[in-house]
T-cell receptor, first 115, second 112 residues
Framework: DAGVIQSPRHEVTEMGQEVTLRCKPISGHNSLFWYRQTMMRGLELLIYFNNNVPIDDSGMPEDRFSAKMPNASFSTLKIQPSEPRDSAVYFC?????????????FGPGTRLTVL | EDQVTQSPEALRLQEGESSSLNCSYTVSGLRGLFWYRQDPGKGPEFLFTLYSAGEEKEKERLKATLTKKESFLHITAPKPEDSATYLCAVRTTTSGTYKYIFGTGTRLKVLA
């Protein structure tokens, strides 16, 4: 299996621009998570989906952030408009159904820099 | 407020020098404690999950233990390839919804 796939791997944009991060979970996994990692705050859960339905979005920092999961094999995290404080590494993770549902498989991350 | 604290922030060991990493937690309803390893420039990699006090899990030179207030990750006779950041996370439940909280990690450097 290819693992969790994220794109782009690096994104540099200017303040005010729209940014879209993409994630393809592992086939057969039914939960998907979006995290943000910074030196100051560590790894923070932004939102997670179960069977394509958003379950908890309490970690989404502001209305500028939105996430969608139109089908089981694709999710997006959008920031509009972007701000310099959004600079971070964004990870997507997925987990399988059943007894191993606690085990999250992380993608390689997208390093976002907002100038 | 649910909280996860890891210590120390950084640790340098000589190869073969055993030690322990600590993860203390304050949560309202624990539904699992997890350890991950993260290498530079990569996503975290799952190591262990623990559910109840007294539980232990082992994998090669790593052993994770759990009490009601903290978890330890014991590293026995570490090798340079064990150098990484080790993250602890808890899963809690509130009104039927799971929440996941990560600690800020311990950066481990093992010197040859």
């Amino acid at each position: 299996d290819a693992g969790v796939i994220q794109s782009p791997r690096h994104e540099v944009t200017e303040m005010g621009q729209e940014v879209t991060l993409r994630c393809k979970p592992i086939s057969g996994h039914n939960s998907l998570f979006w995290y943000r990692q910074t030196m100051m705050r560590g790894l923070e859960l932004l939102i997670y989906f179960n069977n394509n339905v958003p379950i908890d979005d309490s970690g989404m920092p502001e209305d500028r952030f939105s996430a969608k999961m139109p089908n089981a094999s694709f999710s997006t995290l959008k920031i509009q408009p972007s701000e310099p404080r959004d600079s971070a590494v964004y990870f997507c993770a997925s987990s399988p159904p059943g007894l191993r549902g606690y085990e999250q498989f992380f993608g390689p991350g997208t390093r976002l820099t907002v100038l | 407020e649910d909280q996860v604290t890891q210590s120390p922030e950084a640790l340098r060991l000589q190869e073969g020098e055993s030690s322990s990493l600590n993860c203390s937690y304050t949560v309202s309803g624990l539904r699992g404690l997890f350890w991950y390893r993260q290498d530079p420039g990569k996503g975290p990699e799952f190591l262990f999950t623990l559910y109840s006090a007294g539980e232990e899990k082992e994998k090669e030179r790593l052993k994770a233990t759990l009490t009601k207030k903290e978890s330890f990750l014991h590293i026995t006779a570490p090798k340079p390839e064990d150098s990484a950041t080790y993250l602890c996370a808890v899963r809690t439940t509130t009104s039927g919804t799971y929440k996941y909280i990560f600690g800020t990690g311990t950066r481990l450097k093992v010197l040859a």
